[in-house]
């Protein structure tokens, strides 16, 4: 079964308009950590935010929240006011604490920032 | 500081060829990663390195070899890869391996075996 599920292949967005991109995850360990990476068309991936399984509050990071439902087992990354260099694929990922070294990457969302 | 950084950006080699790649970071940090990503997928874990131990290996083949000489470097040493083995190759590191910590990923080597 899938741990980490981004339904949405590809997602066009307005730029300064915000988007929302989804992530739901499946797991049994009631400790674990999720994670939002970006990747440009360079390849690098870069750390954008994390929230864990036991916050409270939602995470935020600047222009970006995680829209966090643990009862749904939902991780909705949202960006505000995006911008052209938002371009970029964005991986939802997890680790759970009983296989910690391990981090679980959804398919992906392709994002396009249009003008 | 939050860089990984890894040699070299591209690699073309042949299937009889020996190559390594490199992954340094200067961090503090105690675990390092091997990634493999294949073109529109997501990365694929390979090696797992926790205080300069090998942690983790995927089932990954033999022809990948990995090295950790000390805790700020990491190699992968390539020797008689197939063209499937064609990828961008990411390196990581954390602070540990609880769930807690972020992984910071280098650019990658975006490798070809012809």
């Known amino acids: 079964a899938q741990k980490i599920t981004q339904t949405q292949p590809g997602m066009f967005v307005q730029e300064k308009e915000a988007v929302t991109l989804d992530c739901t995850y499946d797991t049994s360990d009631p400790s674990y950590g999720l994670f939002w990476y970006k990747q440009p068309s360079s390849g690098e991936m870069i750390f954008l935010i994390y929230q864990g399984s036991y916050d409270q509050q939602n995470a935020t990071e600047g222009r970006y929240s995680l829209n966090f439902q643990k009862a749904r087992k939902s991780a909705n990354l949202v960006i505000s006011a995006s911008q052209l260099g938002d371009s970029a694929m964005y991986f939802c990922?997890?680790?759970?604490?009983?296989?910690?070294?391990?981090?679980?990457f959804g398919t992906g969302t392709r994002l396009q920032v249009t003008l | 500081d939050t860089e990984v950084t890894q040699t070299p950006k591209h690699l073309v080699m042949g299937m009889t060829n020996k190559k390594s790649l490199k992954c340094e970071q200067h961090m503090g940090h105690r675990a390092m990663y091997w990634y493999k990503q294949k073109a529109k997928k997501p990365p694929e874990l390979m090696f797992v390195?926790?205080?300069?131990?090998?942690?983790i290996n995927e089932s990954v083949p033999s022809r990948f070899s990995p090295e950790c000489p000390n805790s700020s470097l990491l190699n992968l040493h390539l020797h008689a890869l197939q063209p499937e083995d064609s990828a961008l190759y990411l390196c990581?590191?954390?602070?540990?391996?609880?769930?807690?910590?972020?992984?910071?990923f280098g650019p990658g080597t975006r490798l070809t075996v012809t």
């Open positions: 390195y926790s205080y300069e131990k090998l942690s």
């Open positions: 990922a997890m680790r759970e604490w009983e296989t910690a070294s391990k981090l679980t």
């Open positions: 990581a590191s954390s602070q540990g391996t609880v769930p807690s910590y972020e992984q910071y």
